[in-house]
């Protein structure tokens, strides 16, 4: 029983890096043409779906080459004429009378005076093959990043802030319904809260802070209302945990409670509270449907906080679903962008905040 319990649990373990490796290679796999076509560059450049021509001077000197190769052709033909002793005007009688029964055919023919749309398709797809579609990722994450700062930078402290109060100051009848009422706030869905951000709460911080009601603000302040629920809760949690004789020591020695929460709870209780931190960082930069209806979904750089802009999930929900081609190849190296994203932020918070057991 002991060997088939120890299997079970390694097979578990393998299990989820199985899963993980599944989807960077998913992932890496149908992003790699947009990533040989595009590189590193991706990342820093700005423009999404954006149409530009090819190498001009190209096109110049091959029209350039093709005209000189004509003007060549005419001339050996008038050599060929002359040498052959035929009459320049014969030639022009005889070329006015095809030129006149080529005209009759186009008149007498199917096409007759819808000739322009062909030359006009035929025109666009000249200039499709001499254009090309541009993307690159900077501005999603850009987005992405600046939002989750944001989120965190105003969720944390008032956290903490709740933390405490459960945990320290509150008493049992205060302390069990409130603890209640922020675990319920955490199963609430994304989208809810989206719609909330974007009929009240980006109208409301609009007025106060001015620009639009859908901005990177907003994004990031409704990003910090869902995240403080899983941080409070995991930062009681561990905070409750301190032994009551270390506390009791504190108190005897003359420590006011402040002292207490600063020098004793919070030192035994740091891996859970920086934990908790890295699991609403970890939620905060793979937020999709709330994000999506008050960050504006724009591809451009916010100069100010009130502006709207974009970010990755924001990105992939709205253009998914119409994507092929390379647009979707630029889609899944925009995943792949956050996955790697996520796993070195929350991987280097981790080792760097956890490294020590003490």
């Keep these: 029983m002991e060997a088939i319990f120890k299997k079970l649990s390694a097979l578990s373990a393998t299990t989820i890096l199985l899963i993980l490796s599944a989807i960077f290679v998913v992932l890496f796999i149908y992003a790699k043409p947009a990533v040989s076509k595009y590189g590193i560059h991706f990342l820093v450049d700005p423009r999404w779906d954006v149409t530009v021509a090819l190498n001009q001077n190209n096109t110049a000197n091959n029209a350039s080459n093709t005209k000189a190769t004509d003007e060549n052709v005419a001339n050996n033909q008038d050599t060929v004429d002359n040498d052959n002793g035929i009459n320049s005007d014969d030639s022009i009688n005889t070329d006015d009378d095809m030129a006149n029964s080529d005209d009759d055919a186009i008149n007498s023919g199917p096409i007759g005076g819808d000739d322009s ?22 501005v999603p994450i850009v987005g992405t990043v600046l939002s989750t700062i944001l989120a965190m930078f105003f969720a944390v402290p008032i956290a903490m802030g709740i933390s ?15 603890g209640m009422a922020i675990e319920l706030l955490a199963a609430i869905p994304s989208i809810i809260y989206g719609m909330w951000g974007l009929f009240y709460f980006g109208p409301f911080i609009s007025r106060i802070f001015g620009g639009s009601s859908v901005s990177l603000l907003v994004a990031g302040l409704v990003l910090g209302v869902m995240i403080i629920p899983f941080m409070s809760s995991l930062t009681r949690d561990s905070m409750n945990t301190t032994p009551d004789v270390l506390k009791e020591s504190a108190y005897a020695m003359g420590a006011t409670k402040f002292e207490v929460i600063k020098d004793v709870i919070f030192p035994y209780a740091k891996q859970g509270i920086i934990g908790s931190m890295i699991l609403a960082l970890g939620r905060a930069l793979g937020e999709t449907m709330a994000v999506a209806f008050v960050i504006g979904g724009v591809f451009t750089f916010p100069k100010t906080i009130t502006d709207p802009t974009v970010s990755i999930p924001v990105v992939l929900a709205n253009n998914f679903a119409e994507s092929s081609g390379m647009s979707l190849s630029a889609l899944f190296y925009l995943a792949l962008v956050l996955f790697v994203l996520s796993f070195i932020v929350i991987s280097f918070a981790k080792f760097y905040f956890l490294r020590d057991k003490k």
């Design 117 to 138: 749309d062909v030359l006009a398709a035929l025109g666009d797809n000249t200039q499709s093959k001499n254009t090309e579609t541009i993307y690159g990722g900077l």
């Design 164 to 178: 405490i109060f459960l945990a320290e100051i509150a008493g049992p009848k205060l302390s069990k319904p409130v």
